[in-house]
């Protein structure tokens, strides 16, 4: 326990994991996106109709 860590990572190295980590998910994302998007019919994403969130509606009226 009184043994000093033989290595430690830096705050350079914590930015730089951090950063190749968010655009490998970035990447990640829109390529799952992608392919997503391109699916047969039973598979494609889903797109809820607006009476299921009339807070997304934006032909509502006025108050």
């Given at each position: 326990m009184n043994q000093t860590p033989r290595w430690q990572p830096s705050f350079k190295w914590h930015v730089t994991v951090f950063g190749i980590v968010l655009v490998?998910?970035?990447?990640?994302?829109?390529?799952?996106?992608?392919?997503?998007?391109r699916l047969p019919a039973p598979?494609?994403?889903?797109?809820?109709a607006p009476a299921a969130m009339p807070w997304t509606n934006s032909q509502q009226e006025s108050l």
């Amino acid at each position: 326990m009184n043994q000093t860590p033989r290595w430690q990572p830096s705050f350079k190295w914590h930015v730089t994991v951090f950063g190749i980590v968010l655009v490998g998910c970035l990447i990640g994302f829109g390529i799952f996106s992608y392919v997503a998007a391109r699916l047969p019919a039973p598979y494609q994403p889903h797109h809820p109709a607006p009476a299921a969130m009339p807070w997304t509606n934006s032909q509502q009226e006025s108050l």
